[in-house]
Structure formats: C-alpha cells, structure tokens
C-alpha cells in the first residue's frame, strides 16, 4: 500500500503512540482489577463459614420464637421444636469456634447456653409469659458469650 502522502505518517505517530500508552494503561488497570478480585474471592473461601452458619441458624430460632411470642401461639408445640434445636446446636459451639474453646469463659459460656436450654426443655414453657421468661434466660447466655467474644 502506497502512501500518498508520506508527510502525513509522520504526524500522527505520536498520538496513536499516546493511544497505546492509554490502551495499555487501562488493560493493566483492568488486569490488576480482575486480579485483586480473584485474590479476594480466594480468600474469602478459605474463610470458614460455619462458625457464622451455626451463629445465624440459633439466632433464627430465637426470631421464631420472638414472633411466636409476639403473635400470643405459645404453645410447647410451637416453642419446643426451636429449643430443642437451640439445644442441640449448642453442642456445636466448641466445634465452630476452635480458637476460643480452650478459653475457659467460653467453655462456661457454652455450657451456660446448654443448662439454659436444657431447663427449657426439661419444663416446656406453657404459657406466653413462661416463654418470655424462657426467652430471656436463654438470650442472657447468648449474651454471656458476645460480651466476651464476640467483636
Ligand atoms: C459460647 C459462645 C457463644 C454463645 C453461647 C452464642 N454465641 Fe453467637 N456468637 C459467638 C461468637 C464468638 C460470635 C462472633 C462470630 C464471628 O464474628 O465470626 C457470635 C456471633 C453471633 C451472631 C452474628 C453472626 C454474624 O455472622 O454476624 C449472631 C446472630 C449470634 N451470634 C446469635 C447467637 C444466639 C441467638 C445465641 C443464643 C441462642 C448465641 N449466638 C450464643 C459466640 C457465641
């Protein structure tokens, strides 16, 4: 291909230059974007979800029984499936949090969650009041433990 007019080449050299500059500025911007979020991604599954899985299931159990509570359904058949659930997932703690399990508040907390549940159990509460209270000496162990551990 013939140039007709070689004078012009010389003149837009420079800015398709400029032009490959930004290009490659840019692609490197997109590169280390698409980089730094595969990074985070790896990351974050390597963070273990239990721990968050097992804290929001008890926490869900405790809403349901805030809404039975609410809505005056508090028959045991309604409340008790909830606490047995919060029992047994209470066995759990340990297991979810490894690095707080040799803390020795954190023993007595867990197992302070297991005694209130087991007393719930062990006397379903019958009447909505009873519930309440039920409610509140279970959500005070919950307490117990994310004073101190929970951040
Ligand atoms: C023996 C300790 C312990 C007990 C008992 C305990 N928790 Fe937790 N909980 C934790 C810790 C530790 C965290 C912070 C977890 C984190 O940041 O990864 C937490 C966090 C939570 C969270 C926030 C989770 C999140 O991902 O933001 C909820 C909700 C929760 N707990 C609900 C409850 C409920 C409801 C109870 C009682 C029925 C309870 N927990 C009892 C230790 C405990």
Redesign the pocket.
């Known amino acids: 291909m013939s140039n007709p007019d070689p004078g012009a080449k010389e003149s837009t050299q420079p800015q398709s230059r400029g032009k490959r500059y930004l290009f490659l500025l840019i692609l490197g911007f997109v590169l280390g974007m698409i980089a730094t979020v595969m990074g985070m991604r790896a990351l974050q599954a390597r963070q273990d979800p239990f721990?968050?899985a097992?804290?929001?299931v008890?926490?869900w159990?405790?809403?349901q029984l805030d809404a039975a509570l609410k809505a005056n359904k508090c028959s045991p058949d309604v409340a008790l499936p909830h606490l047995q659930a919060?029992r047994m997932?209470?066995n759990n703690?340990?297991d979810?949090?490894p690095s707080?399990r040799d803390d020795e508040r954190?023993?007595n907390?867990?197992a302070?969650?297991r005694a209130a549940?087991d007393k719930a159990i062990s006397a379903p509460p019958l009447s909505c009041p009873a519930l309440g209270a039920t409610m509140k000496s279970?959500?005070e162990?919950?307490?117990?433990?994310?004073r101190?551990?929970?951040?």
């Open positions: 721990p968050d097992l804290m929001h008890q926490g159990h405790m809403d919060l997932t209470a703690l340990e979810a949090f707080s954190f023993r907390a867990a302070a969650m549940a279970i959500g162990s919950c307490g117990g433990c994310h101190d551990f929970r951040d």
